[in-house]
């Protein structure tokens, strides 16, 4: 999403040890340790992945984020980091949204501007939503149907709106004759004939096809409401309208943002958010060591990006603070895009030469090993996505993650490159571990002639650099170091974005590689038509299965991640529904 992405199951206690903890002093207390310098107490090793760290419904004090790399956009419809649609939840709701509950109980879908879920009729291909009383802009005015109507029809307007999911536009508008409501000729701008509002309080949504995931689509942050009178279209980013317990008192990107509580909120009229702190704060701060200092020292509560500690902070961290770390298996997976449409990667044989050239341990070890960085990786699905096995077609585990030289070898007489070929890897400067992986990447590809020159980018500018087809071919990007994790917890939620060819767009592209097979497409819609979650895993195995036949990606680590947890941080829990991220909507401070 990656972006982070955002979602969904982890291997994390149930709803009983959630009872517990709540109930409970300190949460998974236990052997505690005091932090003088920010007042609280660290509820113990992992509390936040076992239950609830530090309970509490004390309202209050500033919530201080600290993170090396800034939001892809603040605009809901415009975003697609995990990170960004985990913090949106402070000011922007959807019609339903993910249940405040640590572990794989937080991937349920529960109603948050709608009284209920959805009224599914017509063959499962109409929805239909009653709105609850009270909910209000950050101006006191009535959230009404039109107004989400509105905001999803935005994200039709690709040449302005740019970056988000595209979801919500294959199922509503599959031919794409809307146009978005910028060009929208209708004087209302409310013309996408999919989304139907016959009064303030009721929305019907039409699908083209039945789509057993589309609730999910409207949990995003794409399906959020945006007043009309208030949108500034690309500008809109600077200060989204609030739908949500907080509002932007101000947001300057690349530096951070301020966010105080929005006094129309009603708690009456949101079951999701708790809205304890008066206060948010954001800073944005490139020195991912210093990030990492600033941390442990108290002087701020969580990492934002949550993408895991520096190595020298892990290992402080680990030996002085231990109580205040929790090591949290994700559902990402590292990997790297192959550029199919950047010689000489249009030829597969030089794609499987990377494949077998690699040193996966050594990737492996520069995140962190096994029990930091986590498992290495053989093919495209995450373990908590149905479909997913162990399939490895380039014999990685077999080789304990080390270079195959003799196969790679082969592979570049057969696509005629005998001595070797020059490429360029793009990694995220800002992205802990990511460029020095590319190095080691980087390293074992020269052994068989491979040269390939790392090119560091700024995380917050990868969709307009890694993200553009245009840019990747005229930059010589090869190959695109990142990571995925599941939007929602299905073969399609995670793969479609990065396979199907006709998910490529010009800008916000997630199909780095740039594939577009008829089989491969085939597959997602034979599991889409499925109702039975079984055999529309059985159907995306096979999807996966093509994808790595395809040499298009390489993954290499089903990531873990070590991630801070100040002393002073309430409610802390890690929640399948943003890919073991805290749920930042529910966290509070010790003042």
């Avoid at 009872?19 to 007042?39: E, M, P, R």
């Avoid at 309970?55 to 790399?69: E, N």
């Avoid at 948050?112 to 005015?141: C, Q, S």
């Avoid at 699908?207 to 942050?221: C, H, I, K, R, Y």
């Amino acid at each position: 999403m990656t972006p982070l992405r955002s979602s969904r199951t982890r291997r994390i206690a149930g709803a009983a040890l959630v009872v517990a903890a709540l109930t409970a002093t300190a949460a998974c207390g236990g052997g505690g340790s005091k932090d003088k310098s920010n007042g609280g107490k660290a509820a113990g090793y992992n509390a936040a992945v076992k239950g609830i760290a530090n309970a509490s419904d004390k309202k209050g004090g500033t919530l201080k984020f600290i993170g090396k790399q800034d939001f892809d956009s603040t605009d809901p419809q415009r975003q697609y980091y995990g990170m960004a649609w985990d913090f949106s939840r402070f000011y922007a709701r959807q019609l339903v949204s993910y249940a405040p509950k640590p572990g794989p109980a937080g991937a349920e879908l529960v109603p948050d501007l709608a009284k209920g879920m959805g009224k599914v009729t017509n063959g499962g291909k109409t929805y239909t939503y009653e709105l609850r009383d009270g909910i209000t802009w950050e101006d006191g005015t009535p959230i009404t149907s039109k107004d989400i109507k509105y905001g999803i029809e935005r994200i039709w307007a690709t040449d302005v709106i740019t970056g988000g999911p595209s979801y919500l536009r294959q199922v509503l508008d599959p031919k794409g004759e809307y146009k978005g409501p910028y060009k929208d000729s209708s004087p209302d701008k409310l013309g996408l004939k999919a989304i139907q509002t016959p009064d303030d309080k009721t929305i019907v949504f039409n699908l083209a096809t039945p789509n057993g995931d589309f609730e999910q689509m409207l949990a995003m942050p794409a399906g959020s409401p945006v007043k009309k009178e208030k949108d500034t279209a690309a500008k809109y980013q600077l200060k989204p309208f609030s739908s949500g317990p907080y509002k932007f008192e101000s947001y300057t990107p690349k530096k951070g943002a301020v966010l105080v509580r929005n006094d129309k909120w009603q708690k009456s009229s949101d079951p999701i958010r708790a809205a304890l702190p008066d206060k948010i704060t954001v800073t944005i701060n490139s020195n991912i060591e210093a990030i990492d200092q600033l941390l442990i020292k108290g002087e701020y509560d969580v990492d934002l990006n949550a993408t895991g500690m520096s190595q020298s902070g892990r290992t402080t961290a680990l030996k002085q603070h231990k109580d205040n770390v929790d090591n949290i298996e994700t559902s990402f997976i590292r990997y790297v895009d192959i550029a199919t449409k950047v010689a000489p990667f249009d030829n597969i044989e030089c794609r499987k030469a990377v494949i077998y050239a690699a040193d996966y341990k050594s990737m492996q070890t520069v995140r962190g090993g096994p029990d930091a960085g986590g498992e290495i990786a053989t093919n495209m699905l995450p373990k908590s996505i149905k479909g997913a096995d162990d399939y490895d077609p380039y014999g990685i585990l077999a080789r304990d993650g080390k270079p195959d030289v003799a196969k790679a070898k082969e592979a570049l007489k057969k696509c005629g490159k005998p001595e070797g070929f020059s490429t360029v890897i793009s990694a995220r400067s800002n992205n802990p571990g990511e460029v020095q992986t590319a190095e080691a990447l980087q390293q074992s590809l020269q052994a068989v002639g491979i040269k390939a020159e790392v090119e560091p980018i700024d995380g917050a500018e990868s969709s307009s650099i890694t993200g553009s087809p245009a840019v990747v071919k005229k930059r010589g990007l090869g190959l695109v170091m990142t990571g995925w994790g599941p939007d929602f917890p299905t073969g399609q939620g995670f793969s479609q974005p990065l396979v199907d060819g006709r998910f490529i767009a010009p800008n916000g592209n997630y199909n780095v590689s740039e594939t577009n097979d008829p089989k491969i497409n085939k597959f997602f819609d034979d599991a889409l038509k499925e109702t039975d979650p079984e055999k529309a895993g059985e159907i995306y195995k096979q999807m996966n299965h093509a994808v790595a036949d395809l040499a298009v990606q390489m993954p290499f680590i089903y990531e873990k991640n070590f991630t801070w947890r100040s002393s002073r941080l309430t409610n802390a829990y890690s929640t399948a529904a943003y890919n073991g991220r805290y749920d930042y909507v529910s966290l509070g401070v010790v003042k």
